[in-house]
């Protein structure tokens, strides 16, 4: 299986105490975990050309990965359109915490995909909702993280097929932190936790729910469908 | 309760055969019906200014029915985008047959909306599924159609939240025809047939769905929510 | 409409604390502001005769409230079979609290309906995740109770068809505190609060959710649906 | 993987047309094609005893195949407690055909699981509905089966929480006929086909959602959630 892990990859650069957590990119260390766990892990971010979104790199993804925050808005359009195209022909997406608000995850919900947020320093507990569910496979009953960023509810997102975490906040707040969604023949998984000063993704925990992600977004299925004027299948009355 | 209904009304200016059986056109004809059940309906077509959509006449909709179908092109994005806004924000909306492929549906649905159809003067007949949803309230076990055009699965949508009519046509096909969605406040209901040339609006049953789908699709629920950055409602440690 | 309003009633008989709380019991209580919605509201207690529940009161009521929690298995089972079969013919049913372990929840349910639980004077707070539902119709963000029972996840119910609520407990727990389902031709509301020490049926943001649920929970859709053995609609090639 | 096949084995003893079809049975039918698939494939049939379902048998289950139909009031309600409570805690659960009127179904489900029904050598055309699951694995859009039982909606279960089949039906019913569910940590598989008399089971296209359907449900997910009274995790004011 081929995952592409993107990142915008701009706090690593302009933020000290990022490059001190990711000393070579939020990217590169879920990439390391994923190739670990026995997958074809590499790596594309916004600043290489066509954001390393070209089309050889999304034909060849079986799975993408998405971190983004604060250059949403520069992610091209054209690339956008590609890769909800590369989704709705199979390829899974993980989108991760602040991927909330990317282009991408926006256009395929097709809601503001907004939440409260706050940065303190507080606890997070995320509960296993849905223990029967492959993305939870091997965890306890909750994932604990003793400081992250909160996000809490409303999520102005669709409501999600399958919920399969609940966070709870020291600051008095819940939030949905892992919905699945499928769009035309792909899935999707979002996954709250992963702000950029936090060492979340050395996590082994988060690790393991990325990883499942991945696994539960392979492509599978049935044949593309066919769309258009088709022909009858049984005799019609009235011809 | 305050509807508005939209048309583009362009088959019934160009095709006789449209004029005839909806001679002051589909929006008045489902206007009309509303009307009756006891609504507040007017109606709001293609070629008016801002196609009718001012932001007067959106601010004043509760629920808004929509037909399209050769010249969703010509919709201007930034009236999609203010109609967009408004379902967000709670008002109802209920997409009609050939609605599937209109900027507004695909833009809240996230997926290409496509599917198999075929006009062949056949049968359509309209399994209830839900026989508890207040959309099917008043029918029996199914409405029957004696020709409308067939539009077939695979239909590329999200899962529905609920699904309370699947289609059978004698070509062989089924569709899932009557799923309902909601997207931030707003509640969605597409409901499939009507094919500009069979007089589909003038079924009473049809109506009676048209109908029920309105009262179900109207503004409801708590507070809009506030979204952006948020007090801590507990004391956090760390602070 | 017509609402029954079933409490097994120990509590309040044993325990001064509950009847200072609830001093005509909580199905008064309830009744009470039922009533005052303007909702044909009645009462039955478990020491009644057939518990309160029989034919006549069933076959007359368009939404049963249960409340039980130390008595479920003094209620007999050919009770709860009538029970679960009116809801399955359309009856509305609204269970709280504690009587996620009630006979009727969980044969309609067909889970354990297990939790954590824990009295210990706590915080609840109940987050509207789903702010279009008409269940969440009037309120705020969020309902704040100062002291309640927690209950905890995982609540062995299987995935709600829509998720209204998620509680936030001091104590670390979430909860999914308002759910909805669909049996046969009934609808069924679990909404979490109202341990029987605590003034919780006295709060309004509570009242109206429960007078909502109600609502939400009435009898509506199509004709009841024929089983069996069915002759064809169509002609079959084969015969 | 370990699959256990069950059946009640009487069409077989009774019916030499259905003999002349599943010459070992419709259990050994199934377990064969399993076991090509790569399965550790066993079968358990009504009249051994405890129908073949120890507690020995049942706790070297990973998934369990169902198919009853004469004789499912003969199945023991114990075994189909200790069945239910093997789900709850993860075993998976594939229902064939009239198994839908199986205690194990209904205890399950919740409701009565009726349907219409009609057997008349007729066409079936099973349509896929969501091309990205799992359960759908390798096939094109549709399944044809030149002559099959009809089964009609409405179909009285829970809404699926995914839809992957609608069966279209030459005599003009639909019926949604490849349903999943969560019950506890056990996922559940109905899948509609497989009548008797007809060589069903020797469909290369059935046999691989079948054998899709098993990998599908096998046990996943996190530890076995601890119910009951629980410490708070986090300290309470009250206290």
New interface residues.
Partial sequence: MKVTVWNENRHEQKNPEVRAVYPEGIHSAIAGFLAEAGYDARTATLDEPEHGLTEEVLNSTDVLVWWGHIAHDEVRDEIVEKVKQRV?D?MGLVVLHSGHFSKIFK??????C?????E????E?L????????I??????YIELE?EE?Y???F?I??P???VF?????????F?SGCT???????IFYFRPGHETYPTYHNKDIQKVITNGVAWAAP???????????????A????
Same sequence: chains 1, 2, 3, 4.
């Fill in positions: 709705l199979g256009v395929l919900m097709g809601t503001s907004d939440l409260k947020w706050r303190a320093d507080e606890k507990r509960w296993v909702i849905n223990p029967a569910h492959p939870a496979n091997g965890l306890g009953e400081k909160m809490g509810e409303h102005d669709p409501a097929e399958e919920l609940v966070s709870w906040f020291e600051g008095g707040e819940v949905r969604y499928t769009r035309g023949k792909g899935k599978t299925g049935s044949v593309k469908p066919v769309y258009g004027n088709a022909k009858p299948l049984e019609i009355a009235a011809k």
